[in-house]
């Protein structure tokens, strides 16, 4: 059973760059898709993107300009930057596993505030 | 980017009644269409995928169908653990998630 273990900052200020990191135990690591979905307190969820072993990456096209994931394959974790946070950032992240199509394994999912 | 579109927003039933929930594309997403349930203050969970294929673990009772731009996800008979929120998903491009329906109480 895979578990999928995040930390980062969790108090940003507006235009600081939020920075997460996900590390994974457990089952393969190059046969799935790994994933970042975020969602805003009270609201539906956002998937941000998502990385392959091999660095392959893709970016929901309205974060595009201000995301980056990034993958260390040694260490079996992958992370997520996104820069010039504003308070419309704020949100419950989730690393999450997938198959590309579908997301099966979540993590804890920590709440980033940012906030002045 | 294609929109997913659930109705209604909430639903309010009685343990033991049928849920209906819909899930409508903006263009045809095949049968990429996933449904997720969420509980407060906890992840979401894979409930069906490729439009009516049960994820593993998951009761009979929940059971998927549609193609092309509608789908349902359709909820036998409630039992107290499954007022939650209910999210589809897409992967014909991009990724993207329904606004979700809350199955509440009544």
């Known amino acids: 059973q895979v578990q999928l273990q995040q930390w980062g900052a969790g108090l940003l200020r507006p235009s600081e760059t939020l920075s997460l990191t996900c590390a994974v135990y457990?089952?393969?690591?190059?046969?799935?898709?790994w994933n970042w979905i975020r969602q805003p307190p009270g609201q539906g969820l956002e998937w941000i993107g998502e990385?392959?072993?091999?660095?392959?990456?893709n970016y929901n096209p309205s974060l595009k300009s201000r995301v980056t994931i990034s993958i260390d394959t040694s260490k079996k974790q992958f992370s997520l930057k996104l820069s010039s946070v504003t308070a419309a950032d704020t949100a419950v992240y989730y690393c999450?596993?997938?198959?590309?199509?579908?997301?099966?394994?979540w993590g804890q999912g920590p709440l980033v505030t940012v906030s002045s | 980017e294609i929109v997913l579109t659930q109705s209604p927003a909430t639903l309010s039933l009685s343990p033991g009644e049928r849920a209906t929930l819909s899930c409508r594309a903006s263009?045809?997403?095949?049968?990429?269409l996933a449904w997720y349930q969420q509980k407060l203050g906890q992840a979401p969970r894979l409930l069906i995928y490729?439009?009516?294929t049960r994820a593993t673990g998951i009761p009979a009772r929940f059971s998927g169908s549609g193609s092309g731009t509608d789908f349902t996800l359709t909820i036998s008979s409630l039992e107290p653990e499954d007022f939650a929120v209910y999210y589809c998903?897409?992967?014909?491009?991009?990724?993207?998630f329904g606004g979700g329906t809350k199955v509440e109480i009544k």
């Open positions: 490729d439009a009516s």
């Open positions: 457990g089952g393969s690591f190059s046969d799935y898709f």
């Open positions: 263009q045809s997403v095949r049968g990429y």
């Open positions: 999450a596993r997938g198959d590309g199509a579908k997301v099966y394994d």
């Open positions: 998903q897409q992967r014909s491009n991009s990724l993207t």
């Open positions: 990385i392959r072993h091999n660095g392959n990456s």
